[in-house]
C-alpha cells in the first residue's frame, strides 16, 4: 500500500462521492471529473498508460462535457425544487452497502492469502495495436459497427422533430 | 558535425548534465526533471509576450495604422505594461457566480496548456518526457482544455458567457476529429506514437532534399487540415465566434477582469504555440533542417524559426479572412474536413504499400484533388443564394 | 492485505457508491453518471488483475478495458439522447414523475 496509491485512492473517492452527492448537478459533473481523473492516473501506476490516456480522452474530453450539456439542455441546473434523492433512498442506500460487504468479504477472504510479487508487465501501444489487428481484431470491428449505431441513432433521438419536418421543401 | 557545432547543438543538455553533478545522488531525478522543465516554462510564456506585440503590430500595418508604438523603442516593452496593467486590475467577480468553480476555470486551462508541452521535442535530444503513448498523452490532455470553457462559461452565471462557451465547445469538439485523423496519417507513416520517434524518422536527407512527411500529397493535405483544424482549436480568427468581439463581446470569459483573464489569454496562445509544435513535430520535421547543407546550424534555433514562421501565418490568416458563422463553420467541419480527413488516411495507406516513384505520388495526390474537388462541390449544393434587395437603398 | 486486495477493495467501493447514486438520486442523468461510475469501476478490477494475475503479456486485461471504455462511450450517448428526448415530451427529468406509460 504504497503512498502513490492511497493519494490517488482518496481524490477517486472523494470525486466520485462527491459527484454522487452533491445537489448542483453541474459541481457532481465536475466532481465526476476529478474522480475520473484519478482512476486515469491509477491506470497509469498499474502501468496500463494507453488505458489511463484514453480514459482522459474518452470520459473527461468527452462523457463529462456531454452530461454537462444535456444538464444545461434539461434545465437541470436550476435549483431543485424537492429533494434530490428519490423516495427510495433508504432501500437504495441499503443495496448498496449490503452489495460492498459482499464484495468486500469476497475480496478479502479470497486474495489475502497470496501475496502477489510478479514484476510489472510492459505494455508498450505497439503491443496494444498488434494485438487489436490480430487476436482482437472481431471485436474491434464489432465496436465500429457499435459506435456507428449509436451516432446514427443518438443523432436521430435528439433530434428535434418538429424542425426536422420543417426543413423538409423550402428553406 | 564537427566537435564544436555538435557542442552548440547539444549546449542546454550539456548545461543540464553539468549543473546535475552539483546535486546529491538522492535528489537527481527531481532535480532532472525540474532542471528540464524549468527553461520550458520561461521560454514559451516569453514566446507568448512576443507574440502579443508582434501580432499587434502585424495587424496594425495590415489595417493600415501603427500598433502600439509608445511603451518602449517600437513598443517592444507593451507586454510589460500589459502585465502591470493585468496585475493591478481590480478583480471583479459577480456576486451570484459560482466562486469556486469561477475560480478555478483559469487555472484548470492553464494548467492543461502547460502539461502538454512536456511531449514536444524542442531539439535533438531535448524533450521533457519521451513518453511511448506521446500523441494521445497530447490529445487527452488537450480535451481537458474544453471542461475548462464550459467551467468558465458555466460559473459567470450570465447569458453571455453561457452562450459563448456552448459555441465554443461545440467548435471544438467538432474541429477535434479532424486534427486526430489528419496525426494518425503520421502515425501511420512512422509506425509509433512517441513524437521523438517521429521527429527522428523525418531527420533524414536524400541529396539535399529532407524527409518531411510535408513533401508528400498525404503530407500537404494532413498538414492544411491539421492546420485549419489548429486555428479552430485555439478560437483564432477566422473561427473565433465564440470570442467575437464585437458581436457577445468576450464570449465566455465575458465577466473575468484583471489577472483571471490575462490567464485565459496566456491559455490560448499557449494551446496555440502546442499546436503550432505539434505541426511541426508531425508535418515539417521538428527540429531538422530544411536542407542538409544547413545541418550546421543548431535544432533548436530551426524549431523556433519554424514556430515562428507558423505564428506570422496565424496573425496573417487573422488579417485577411472575415469571421465564418456558426452553421458555416459546422458544416465545413463535418461535410468536408472530416470526409477529407479519412480519404487522406486511405491515400496514405496506398502510399505506403505501392513501390516508390513517380506513380505512386500520381495516384495518391489524383484520388486527394478528386476528393477536394467533389467534397466542396457538396458542401455548396446546399446553399440557396438569393438576390438580396435591401429595402432602403436608393 | 496485498497490493491486488487494496486495488479491488477500492473498485468495490467505487462500484457501491455508483449503485448507490444510480439507486437513490432523483435527476435521470445523474443515474446515467452513476452507471458510468460502476462500469469504470468494472475496468479498474480488469486492470488490477491484469497487472497481478498470470499471463500478462496477453493484455487482455488492457484490451477489455479498451472496449469497456468504448461501449461505455457510446451508452452515454444513446442514453443521453433518450433523456433529452423524454424531457422534451414531459418537460421533467424527474424520476419520481416520469412513473406513467401513458404517453
Not at chain 2, 274 to 295: N, V, Y
Amino acid at each position: 500500500m504504497t503512498i502513490s496509491f492511497l493519494l490517488l485512492a482518496a481524490i477517486t473517492i472523494i470525486g466520485t462521492a462527491a459527484a454522487m452527492t452533491l445537489k448542483n448537478l453541474v459541481h457532481c459533473v465536475l466532481a465526476l471529473s476529478l474522480g475520473l481523473v484519478g482512476l486515469a492516473a491509477l491506470y497509469m501506476q498499474l502501468g496500463a498508460q494507453f488505458v489511463g490516456f484514453t480514459q482522459i480522452l474518452v470520459y473527461v474530453g468527452a462523457v463529462a462535457i456531454l452530461a454537462a450539456f444535456a444538464i444545461m439542455m434539461t434545465r437541470s441546473a436550476d435549483p431543485a425544487v424537492s429533494h434530490v434523492v428519490s423516495s427510495f433512498r433508504a432501500s437504495g442506500a441499503l443495496i448498496a452497502i449490503l452489495v460492498f460487504a459482499v464484495l468486500a468479504w469476497a475480496t478479502i477472504s479470497g486474495t489475502s492469502a497470496q501475496p502477489i510479487l510478479t514484476a510489472a508487465p510492459e505494455s508498450s501501444v505497439g503491443q496494444v495495436g498488434a494485438a487489436l489487428m490480430h487476436r482482437f481484431v472481431l471485436p474491434l470491428e464489432v465496436i465500429g459497427l457499435l459506435l456507428t449505431a449509436a451516432l446514427i441513432g443518438a443523432g436521430i433521438l435528439a433530434m428535434d422533430e418538429h424542425r426536422g419536418n420543417q426543413n423538409r421543401g423550402t428553406r | 558535425m564537427t566537435g564544436h557545432l555538435v557542442t552548440l547543438d547539444q549546449i542546454f543538455v550539456v548545461i543540464k548534465h553539468w549543473l546535475l553533478g552539483f546535486v546529491p545522488g538522492a535528489l537527481q531525478p527531481i532535480s532532472s526533471a525540474i532542471l528540464s522543465v524549468v527553461p520550458v516554462v520561461i521560454a514559451f510564456p516569453l514566446l507568448f509576450a512576443i507574440t502579443t506585440v508582434l501580432e499587434r503590430k502585424g495587424l496594425g500595418r495590415m489595417q493600415n495604422r501603427y500598433g502600439p508604438n509608445r511603451a518602449g523603442w517600437f513598443g517592444i516593452l507593451q507586454p510589460m505594461a500589459d502585465g502591470i496593467k493585468s496585475l493591478t486590475k481590480e478583480d471583479i467577480v459577480p456576486k451570484t457566480a459560482d466562486q469556486l468553480v469561477h475560480f478555478l476555470a483559469p487555472v484548470v486551462m492553464v494548467i492543461a496548456s502547460f502539461l502538454v508541452y512536456a511531449v514536444v521535442p524542442i531539439g535533438r535530444n531535448m524533450v521533457i518526457a519521451d513518453l511511448n503513448a506521446g500523441v494521445l498523452f497530447f490529445f487527452a490532455i488537450g480535451s481537458m482544455v474544453e471542461l475548462s470553457v464550459f467551467m468558465a462559461g458555466w460559473s459567470s452565471h450570465s447569458k453571455y458567457s453561457l452562450l459563448g462557451a456552448m459555441r465554443a465547445i461545440a467548435q471544438m469538439i467538432s474541429y477535434e476529429m479532424p486534427l486526430v485523423l489528419a496525426s494518425v496519417v503520421v502515425i501511420m507513416a512512422a509506425g509509433s506514437l512517441s513524437t521523438v520517434t517521429i521527429v527522428n524518422m523525418q531527420a533524414g536527407y536524400t541529396g539535399i532534399w529532407p524527409h518531411w512527411y510535408l513533401f508528400t500529397p498525404w503530407g500537404i493535405i494532413g498538414f492544411v487540415i491539421f492546420m485549419i483544424a489548429a486555428t479552430a482549436e485555439s478560437n483564432r480568427c477566422p473561427f473565433d465566434m465564440p470570442e467575437g468581439e464585437s458581436e457577445i463581446i468576450a464570449g465566455y470569459f465575458i465577466e473575468y477582469s484583471g489577472f483571471k483573464f490575462a490567464l485565459f489569454f496566456l491559455a490560448e496562445y499557449l494551446g496555440m504555440f502546442a499546436t503550432s509544435a505539434m505541426a511541426i513535430t508531425f508535418f515539417l520535421g521538428g527540429w531538422s533542417a530544411p536542407f542538409s547543407f544547413l545541418t550546421w546550424i543548431p535544432s533548436y534555433f530551426w524549431f523556433f524559426a519554424k514556430l515562428l514562421t507558423i505564428i506570422c501565418a496565424f496573425i496573417w490568416v487573422r488579417g485577411t479572412l472575415p469571421r465564418l458563422r456558426m452553421d458555416q463553420l459546422m458544416n465545413f467541419a463535418w461535410k468536408f474536413m472530416l470526409p477529407l480527413s479519412l480519404i487522406n488516411i486511405v491515400g496514405a495507406g496506398i502510399w505506403h504499400f505501392m513501390p516508390a516513384g513517380f506513380t505512386r505520388w500520381g495516384v495518391v495526390s489524383l484520388l486527394l484533388a478528386l476528393s477536394c474537388v467533389l467534397l466542396s462541390r457538396g458542401l455548396r449544393r446546399n446553399k440557396w443564394f438569393h438576390v438580396r434587395t435591401y429595402r432602403f437603398a436608393s | 492485505m496485498s497490493q491486488l486486495s487494496g486495488y479491488l477493495l477500492l473498485s468495490a467501493f467505487l462500484f457501491s457508491i455508483g449503485l448507490a447514486g444510480a439507486l437513490t438520486r432523483r435527476n435521470a442523468i445523474l443515474v446515467l453518471i452513476g452507471i458510468e461510475l460502476m462500469l469504470n469501476a468494472a475496468n479498474l478490477n480488469f486492470i488490477a488483475f491484469w497487472r497481478y494475475g498470470p499471463h500478462p503479456e496477453a493484455l487482455t486485461g488492457v484490451m477489455f478495458a479498451i472496449f469497456s471504455i468504448s461501449v461505455a462511450a457510446a451508452e452515454a450517448a444513446v442514453g443521453l439522447s433518450i433523456i433529452l428526448a423524454v424531457y422534451r415530451h414531459s418537460r421533467t427529468t424527474d424520476l419520481d414523475k416520469l412513473n406513467s406509460m401513458k404517453g
